[in-house]
């Protein structure tokens, strides 16, 4: 490794953590005889609201290439669909100006038509000290707004300029709050909508970081399980960015070299870990252009509905972790699909 030798196992002592929280948590049986990937999907023209009037024929889904027969099929319209929300504000990866815009923008949000919100919401704050929900789930925007300002969010004292030693802390604070909510949300039934308002986690990846094949496992290890958890608990996840213009044109667009997903640990770097690239991994979106953030979150709910339901039988590996790519075409023209992006296949055993 080009890193010192002591960066380098923190590093791999914070994944580590973060990878074996992961496994402890309770995770839903996967019956022998079901290996059905579900996807919620989401199809829209460039421009303009998903729509509603497709139908099981005009898609067809692909894994690693080879179309895949349908098993089922559900349209879902309206504000009676099955989804919750949990809004998160990043309180470990933005300063105290950062934190205290975001917060107010989030109560913005909660306020539109009134407080009658679509969807119950949740809210939660991820500090140094884990993840704090503001109440239960909620369609009363002005309950949760009062939720918000009883609570005293606390900052780090680590800044996103402390340091590689600061920046892995914050990565692993960051992976192991995303890991105790999608846990919490795994039991509850339907869909669940992630938004994650906060600058994005340390990528900690570049030109003079380069990492040995025992990191390299770990870290894959880690990509696995947060990829398995996410779809078992059929979490969207969205990352919204509060710095909008405020932010490097760099920084902002450096997560895109690392959306392809990965089949083998050599193939991987912390990148693969970044909150951006789960996202539109997972079928949500990474939305940094804007300093409106309210708007950007009514955009992340307004934008996941309506979808589409559908199943299809994955496949069985022939050793762990073989990555699968999907891909969903759509008939019509002008319309592109959006969701779940790949999974991990396992061998029949442990199906």
Not at 59 to 74: A, G, H, R
Not at 253 to 261: Q, R, S, T, V
Not at 277 to 303: M, P
Request: aromatic residues 6%; neutral net charge; proline residues 7%.
């Amino acid at each position: 490794m080009s890193i010192n030798t002591r960066s380098g196992c923190f590093l791999l002592a914070a994944l580590w953590c973060a990878g074996a929280a992961a496994a402890q948590q309770p995770r839903p049986p996967v019956p022998p005889s079901n290996g059905k990937i579900y996807l919620d999907v989401v199809v829209a023209p460039k421009s303009g609201p998903p729509v509603s009037d497709l139908q099981q024929r005009d898609f067809t889904v692909l894994d690693n290439k080879n179309p895949q027969p349908i098993s089922s099929f559900k349209a879902v319209n309206g504000r009676q669909a099955p989804i919750e929300v949990i809004v998160v504000i990043d309180a470990v990866n933005a300063g105290t100006e950062t934190v205290s815009f975001a917060r107010a923008q989030v109560e913005k949000f909660l306020g539109v038509e009134g407080g009658h919100l679509a969807y119950p919401i949740a809210l939660a704050v991820v500090t140094d000290k884990g993840v704090h929900m503001l109440g239960a789930f909620s369609s009363d925007g002005n309950a949760l707004s009062a939720e918000l300002n009883k609570d005293e969010i606390g900052l780090r004292d680590l800044g996103r300029s402390a340091g590689y030693y600061g920046a892995a802390e914050r990565m692993q604070l960051s992976l192991d709050a995303l890991n105790q909510l999608v846990a919490s949300e795994s039991p509850r039934p339907g869909r669940k909508v992630m938004i994650w308002v906060s600058p994005g986690w340390p990528l900690l990846s570049g030109p003079n970081i380069e990492l040995g094949s025992k990191e390299q496992r770990q870290i894959f290890a880690n990509v696995v399980a947060l990829s398995m958890e996410l779809r078992r608990a059929r979490v969207t996840l969205y990352s919204v960015n509060p710095l909008g213009a405020a932010e490097s044109v760099g920084r902002t667009d450096y997560y895109l070299e690392f959306l392809k997903g990965v089949s083998k640990p050599s193939q991987v770097s912390l990148g693969n870990l970044g909150l951006p690239v789960l996202a539109i991994q997972s079928g949500g979106l990474a939305l940094n252009s804007s300093n409106d953030v309210a708007r950007l979150l009514q955009e992340c709910v307004s934008g996941a509905v309506p979808y589409y339901e559908i199943s299809f039988d994955g496949a069985v590996a022939e050793g762990p972790d073989e990555y699968h790519h999907v891909e969903l075409k759509v008939a019509k023209p002008g319309l592109t699909a959006r969701a779940l992006q790949g999974y991990y296949a396992q061998p029949a055993a442990h199906q």
